[in-house]
């Protein structure tokens, strides 16, 4: 082709037909640019193709760390349900059976709940300069609000529960002065990786009146009311979570159906 466009230039200039030669001058510079824009033009075409199915994978890794969030959010979700059914079960109540002495201790439980969002792609895309997210844009404002918006709502949340536990309940301390932790307690406490049960010096009976004391009385009536509030706190951040996580999934697998089509 060049071999071509040259024998037409020196035929032209060989016969001193300079006007020719200059329109055919301009028409060559023309094709030339016209031929560079086409490359340039499949180039980027190529890079927007690489660029889209590099951001579909990247959502689709989100898709998964969205997933076990789900599967994350539930299980705490349906703990901290569990320590809210044992509140109001104590709460409910104005006396109690010695037979409900292991439920009491159940009902005592100070602990908090520190779940938070797996970050791992979106880090990884924040982090990361030349990674970004392409022809998405519409879902990318929505997957930034999970991760900014209410992960920082989560993390004030869980803050706050932790606060509330190590600085205001001093309820262990007033049971440990006069109750004895038995076996049943060591379990719980542990998560059950206890390796031995201990015999007991305090007399079951005595230890059970004296649960039943404290929780009867005003400090520890307080006690289950606070952590009921608390709780309920809890919960309604953790059912948030896993119901924006739920959500989040299903309108990134429908952008991507939508764009595969």
């Known amino acids: 082709?060049?071999?071509?466009?040259?024998?037409?230039?020196?035929?032209?200039?060989?016969?001193?037909?300079?006007?020719?030669?200059?329109?055919?001058?301009?028409?060559?510079?023309?094709?030339?640019?016209?031929?560079?824009?086409?490359?340039?033009?499949?180039?980027?075409?190529?890079?927007?193709?690489?660029?889209?199915?590099?951001?579909?994978?990247?959502?689709?890794?989100?898709?998964?760390?969205?997933?076990?969030?789900?599967?994350?959010?539930?299980?705490?979700?349906?703990?901290?349900?569990?320590?809210?059914?044992?509140?109001?079960?104590?709460?409910?109540?104005?006396?109690?059976?010695?037979?409900?002495?292991?439920?009491?201790?159940?009902?005592?439980?100070?602990?908090?709940?520190?779940?938070?969002?797996?970050?791992?792609?979106?880090q990884k895309i924040q982090n990361d300069a030349n990674m970004r997210i392409i022809g998405y844009d519409s879902i990318f404002e929505k997957i930034t609000s999970y991760y900014k918006v209410h992960n920082n709502r989560l993390k004030a949340h869980v803050i706050w529960d932790i606060k509330a536990v190590s600085e205001h309940q001093q309820y262990m301390n007033n049971l440990e002065t006069s109750i004895e932790i038995d076996n049943y307690r060591m379990q719980s406490l542990s998560n059950n990786k206890a390796r031995k049960s201990f015999k007991s010096i305090q007399d079951s009976l005595q230890k059970g009146k004296l649960m039943i004391d404290f929780a009867k009385s005003i400090l520890g009536r307080n006690h289950f009311k606070n952590n009921y509030i608390r709780h309920s706190r809890v919960l309604d951040i953790f059912d948030q979570t896993r119901l924006e996580a739920t959500s989040l999934i299903n309108e990134i697998n429908k952008e991507i159906n939508n764009l595969e089509k």
């Open 1 to 122: 082709m060049i071999k071509f466009f040259r024998r037409i230039r020196y035929d032209l200039m060989e016969k001193n037909k300079t006007g020719k030669y200059i329109k055919y001058a301009i028409g060559e510079i023309i094709l030339v640019v016209i031929g560079i824009l086409i490359a340039l033009g499949l180039n980027n075409w190529n890079e927007d193709r690489k660029s889209v199915r590099t951001s579909k994978i990247l959502l689709k890794e989100i898709v998964e760390d969205l997933k076990t969030d789900t599967i994350a959010f539930n299980a705490a979700y349906n703990s901290v349900l569990e320590q809210l059914e044992n509140e109001e079960w104590v709460l409910a109540r104005q006396d109690y059976e010695i037979n409900q002495v292991e439920r009491l201790w159940d009902c005592f439980s100070g602990w908090y709940f520190d779940h938070y969002i797996n970050e791992r792609t979106f």
